[in-house]
């Protein structure tokens, strides 16, 4: 039998700009396979490929035996996989109830008795979302956004659902009650590909895990052989019980009464030039502040 999702070789680029080079994994059906890597290494770049939101520069990849390479999106969705974009990709002003039939018009289903089954078990997780039902979804928390993401993409009935940093920004209580989540859909024959900033977790719900750094496969194979592999070890060793390198994308405090608003990219590029320099982002930018000021006095 193939595998649910085979991925071969697959080079993904943006322009000059080569963000996953010759990358190959396999998931078995009802398996989790968890996709470590430090910011940038081409996590999402690869998600976005097996869904093919991307196209390929070399490789191929097959789900369920059907090759997919040349797929659109649509059609990999027909074969049953869903994903859950980093940021959530809800519809801030539109409630609850209308992100969900978005997802069920989305598989076709929105307003058949097989889309309501679906609704139903998808909701299942997530009884705060009934709760939340005619709320606008941008008023949630960013918890309740996450779960609303997720039960979007089970309404689809997926038989593998791509995760893409679905802890990011979100409290460890809450992170603990997506990952249980995530290891439900597992003991329901779900497979599930998840992309991770938290090791520690991602690695005790997965049966076999990659590591990337710079778009390549540097490191792969079950929890336990990764965690006495010399070259995950040097990734997962600082990480695996640090906490979350990604800290919430909210505004980090300058000073005190003074808040600087940054847009999620430019967030995460502050964060990983602090990570760089040893510092936290408030000393990085509380320096960036004083030099302007110092400008401005000369
Ligand atoms: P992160 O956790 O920061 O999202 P990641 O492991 O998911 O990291 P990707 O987002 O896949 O990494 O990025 C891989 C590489 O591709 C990085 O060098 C990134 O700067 C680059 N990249 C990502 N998106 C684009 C884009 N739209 N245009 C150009 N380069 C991009």
Redesign the pocket.
């Known amino acids: 039998m193939s595998p649910l999702l085979e991925v071969d070789g697959i080079t993904v680029a943006?322009?000059a700009?080569v963000?996953?080079r010759e990358v190959s994994f396999t998931v078995e059906a009802g398996q989790t396979l968890a996709v470590l890597?430090?910011?940038?290494?081409?996590?999402?770049?690869?998600l976005q490929a097996v869904s093919r939101l991307l196209g390929l520069r070399a490789g191929s990849i097959r789900v369920d035996g059907t090759d997919v390479t040349r797929a659109a999106a649509e059609d990999v969705a027909r074969l049953g996989v869903a994903h859950v974009p980093?940021g959530r990709g809800i519809f801030p002003s539109l409630t609850v109830a209308e992100n969900l039939r978005m997802g069920l018009y989305g598989a076709g289903t929105d307003r058949t008795p097989q889309g309501e089954q679906a609704l139903e078990w998808a909701l299942h997780p997530f009884p705060i979302l009934r709760e939340r039902w005619s709320q606008p979804a941008g008023t949630m928390s960013g918890g309740q956004q996450q779960m609303l993401a997720i039960a979007r993409a089970l309404a689809q009935r997926p038989r593998l659902l791509l995760l893409d940093?679905m802890s990011m920004g979100l409290a460890p209580a809450v992170v603990e009650d997506l990952f249980r989540v995530v290891a439900d859909l597992r003991a329901q024959g779900i497979a599930v590909v998840l992309?991770e900033?938290f090791v520690t977790q991602a690695l005790a719900v997965a049966d076999t895990a990659i590591v990337?750094e710079q778009?390549r496969v540097v490191a792969a194979g079950s929890p336990d052989e990764l965690r006495g592999d010399d070259m995950a070890a040097a990734y997962l060793g600082g990480r695996a019980d640090a906490a979350p390198l990604?800290v919430p994308p909210a505004p980090p405090h300058v000073t005190e009464g003074v808040v600087v608003s940054l847009g999620p990219r430019e967030a995460?590029r502050v964060r990983r030039l602090a990570d760089r320099r040893g510092v936290d982002v408030g000393t990085l930018l509380g320096g960036a502040a004083r030099r302007l000021l110092d400008e401005d006095d000369a």
Not at 37 to 46: E, L
């Open positions: 943006y322009g700009v963000a996953v890597g430090a910011n940038g290494a081409g996590k999402t770049t690869t980093a940093e992309v900033q990337l778009g990604e995460r």
